[in-house]
């Protein structure tokens, strides 16, 4: 983000490196241990996570999406009925039911007393995924070896309400936590 002299965004506030910047390993001090959340993410995703697809919402329009009745064709190859090009990536990430207390308050998504979102999950990645909120996630079936079976078969789709980027004290993004719920299978 600060090799290059442009700015990414219009609002970005450029500033120099610092020393805190070219530290790749202490980042956050928790008494006299020395924590790298990057690195201790990697860690989770790599001994519990699973390969997911990242359907990132292109901005453009398909040219089956109509701009006097503002539709799209639902039976479109392209855009799967959505009206918007997609791209899909694949990315390891580790869901976990809403229902958790912990999650849910980090989250701030309450539930009455005895009430269940099974609906409601919410899906962790690394700090360079940056995921949108027009993204859609797709969970696909996975082989022994656990790549993407070919064909791929959707699973689950699940679409992102909430986006949350964890940062250190100095800005760094550290892992991105989507809050989402199950979005419908097929077309209706």
């Given at each position: 983000m600060f090799d290059t002299p442009a700015r990414a965004k219009p609002w970005h506030v450029r500033r120099p490196p610092t020393a805190v910047d070219a530290r790749t390993t202490p980042v956050s001090r928790v008494g006299a241990a020395i924590?790298?959340?990057?690195?201790?993410?990697?860690?989770?995703?790599?001994?519990?996570?699973?390969?997911?697809?990242?359907?990132?919402?292109?901005?453009?329009?398909?040219?089956?999406y109509n701009e006097v009745t503002k539709e799209s064709v639902q039976t479109c190859p392209q855009c799967t009925g959505t009206g918007w090009l997609y791209q899909d990536e694949l990315h390891l990430t580790r869901r976990m039911p809403v229902t958790d207390p912990v999650v849910a308050a980090l989250m701030e998504q309450r539930s009455p007393v005895g009430l269940v979102g099974v609906d409601q999950s919410v899906f962790w990645f690394k700090y360079d995924v940056n995921p949108g909120i027009r993204d859609v996630i797709l969970e696909i079936t996975l082989g022994d070896d656990g790549q993407p079976t070919l064909p791929v078969q959707i699973e689950a789709i699940w679409n992102i309400g909430q986006l949350y980027d964890a940062r250190d004290r100095n800005g760094r993004v550290e892992f991105w936590a989507c809050w989402v719920r199950r979005g419908a299978m097929g077309k209706e």
């Amino acid at each position: 983000m600060f090799d290059t002299p442009a700015r990414a965004k219009p609002w970005h506030v450029r500033r120099p490196p610092t020393a805190v910047d070219a530290r790749t390993t202490p980042v956050s001090r928790v008494g006299a241990a020395i924590i790298d959340l990057r690195l201790e993410m990697d860690k989770i995703l790599m001994d519990h996570g699973h390969l997911v697809y990242l359907r990132r919402a292109m901005s453009r329009r398909c040219g089956c999406y109509n701009e006097v009745t503002k539709e799209s064709v639902q039976t479109c190859p392209q855009c799967t009925g959505t009206g918007w090009l997609y791209q899909d990536e694949l990315h390891l990430t580790r869901r976990m039911p809403v229902t958790d207390p912990v999650v849910a308050a980090l989250m701030e998504q309450r539930s009455p007393v005895g009430l269940v979102g099974v609906d409601q999950s919410v899906f962790w990645f690394k700090y360079d995924v940056n995921p949108g909120i027009r993204d859609v996630i797709l969970e696909i079936t996975l082989g022994d070896d656990g790549q993407p079976t070919l064909p791929v078969q959707i699973e689950a789709i699940w679409n992102i309400g909430q986006l949350y980027d964890a940062r250190d004290r100095n800005g760094r993004v550290e892992f991105w936590a989507c809050w989402v719920r199950r979005g419908a299978m097929g077309k209706e």
